[in-house]
């Protein structure tokens, strides 16, 4: 590997931007290319690039030009990203490895809408080795890292997605992926809905044909839900997201991880002894809040459903209205999956300097619309840090404009996302091979069977060791020896 070439002069480092972070320099030096980097490890803004992807040509190495990424040069740095990825998702590659013989995918065409990171790419590669074609756009205008996904152009997928694309790319990447002449889609992979959405509306008679969608976020499936109450959902959907191996482990742990990482790379803010507000105490709310609390914050919850606000009673925490604590709150954050919980009315209330940002999947938790008004002066700080000031010179700090914030700022942990992964990739292998007649024109959830399967695939990495059921306890529990062993509600 090449030596790392220390600059001899300061010549080289007023190459970057001023708000160049101390981590992406580290990192910046060691490669000859002075693009801009990861997404998370770098605060070079996507706007210092003057000209579209969308007006640039590019082609790969073997003369392709099917994908629209920032810059096709970076592929050789995302690659060397996407192997670093591999190294915590064993349990992806070694069901790549166990199915690569006998292609379960063979004449899948996946289009895919998730986040474009060096994870997913994982997940991407691990369907094309399985047999399937893959055409894939970003389900978030800043979680794309741009050197992965021209990494996945250099390799043959056709990906449409950039870091900072503007509403309307975002819609043109997705309709690359979908309207190709002589590819037709018949599976869906969805993060959020939006790519369902759009073929839906647009292009029916592909919708028609699909033989199935797998969602995995709280969102997607509520409209997945909301199609098949109103009996307009013809194509089977499997929803990942209530699986036991997203609940239980990228909501919860991911999140809990995640968090501070996010506030801590883009504020630099210290948490002990801070007062922060949780909205929501679901999955992702419960990870949230075990992190705050160990680092010594004080936090309340707030929420809706009075289970959940029990459990928040339990397990230490005050349970609120956000209207009782908005004047003292330092720290503003929402996981609920709904819309407005945070208002124009409570912005304006908040304190000076307190932070805002949410961890839900949609960036319509906080109603930023509200702050883009005359008297509200907007300062951008650092790459997804904004300072919006009222007239009396009191500044919120608002986190990736209300969008999610781990994926936004920074990276989430390997390990967890090989979980998803490998569920996603299941479902899909589920659904494309499933008998006529299994899955009917409605939403199911994934059968407990797989979600153990996916559990089993990661305890190696713990070096960790099952017990069986001897015949005589599996009588006494009415189980099968070999599972599932849990009901399908938990």
């Not at 509403?167 to 690359?176: A, G, K, T, Y």
């Not at 008679?205 to 997607?220: A, L, M």
């Not at 713990?462 to 069986?468: V, Y």
Request: glycine share 6%; aromatic share 8%.
């Amino acid at each position: 590997s090449q030596q790392i070439q220390f600059a001899d002069d300061m010549q080289e480092f007023t190459k970057f931007p001023t708000k160049t972070g101390r981590r992406s320099l580290s990192r910046s030096i060691s490669q000859s290319s002075t693009d801009s980097y990861s997404s998370a490890a770098s605060y070079t803004d996507s706007s210092d690039d003057e000209m579209s992807p969308r007006e640039k040509q590019q082609t790969n190495s073997k003369g392709s030009s099917n994908f629209c990424v920032k810059n096709i040069k970076q592929a050789e740095f995302g690659r060397r990203e996407i192997e670093i990825a591999e190294q915590d998702m064993s349990a992806l590659i070694s069901l790549r490895k166990r199915a690569q013989g006998e292609k379960p995918l063979a004449g899948a065409k996946i289009v895919g809408c998730t986040h474009i990171t060096a994870q997913t790419a994982v997940l991407i590669e691990t369907l094309c080795a399985l047999g399937a074609q893959c055409r894939w756009s970003a389900c978030n205008i800043y979680s794309t890292q741009n050197e992965v996904a021209a990494a996945l152009a250099e390799a043959g997928v056709a990906v449409f997605a950039w870091k900072g694309e503007s509403e309307d790319d975002f819609w043109w990447c997705i309709d690359r992926c979908v309207n190709v002449d002589g590819w037709q889609a018949n599976m869906i992979l969805d993060d959020g809905g939006d790519l369902t959405h759009w073929v839906y509306k647009k292009y029916p008679n592909i919708f028609k044909k699909i033989r199935g969608i797998v969602e995995e976020s709280v969102t997607g499936v509520h409209r997945l839900y909301q199609l098949s109450k109103a009996g307009k959902l013809c194509v089977p959907a499997m929803n990942v997201n209530d699986s036991v191996t997203k609940q239980k482990f990228d909501n919860l742990y991911c999140c809990r991880e995640s968090i501070l990482d996010g506030l801590k790379r883009t504020t630099d803010v210290m948490f002990g002894g801070k007062q922060v507000v949780v909205c929501g105490y679901g999955e992702v709310g419960k990870g949230c809040c075990a992190a705050l609390k160990a680092l010594g914050a004080i936090v309340y919850v707030t929420e809706i459903d009075p289970i959940c606000a029990l459990q928040a009673c339990m397990d230490g925490f005050r349970v609120v209205k956000l209207s009782e604590v908005i004047r003292q709150v330092d720290v503003v954050i929402t996981c609920t999956g709904n819309k407005n919980v945070v208002t124009r009315e409570h912005l304006d209330r908040m304190k000076n300097s307190c932070i805002v940002c949410n961890m839900g999947h949609s960036n319509t938790e906080i109603d930023v619309t509200s702050l883009r008004t005359p008297e509200l002066t907007w300062e951008r700080v650092r790459s997804q840090v904004d300072h919006v000031i009222w007239p009396d010179g009191k500044r919120v700090v608002l986190l990736a404009e209300g969008r999610l914030l781990n994926l936004s700022c920074s990276t989430v942990p390997t390990f967890v996302l090989s979980i998803t992964a490998t569920t996603q990739a299941l479902a899909l292998i589920e659904l494309y091979n499933a008998p006529e007649g299994r899955y009917k024109q409605d939403v199911y959830l994934l059968p407990k069977k797989m979600d153990e399967y996916v559990a089993s695939l990661h305890l190696p990495s713990f070096d960790a060791h099952l017990t069986e059921l001897t015949d005589d306890q599996a009588k006494y529990l009415g189980l099968n020896k070999n599972g599932p062993f849990k009901p399908n509600y938990y």
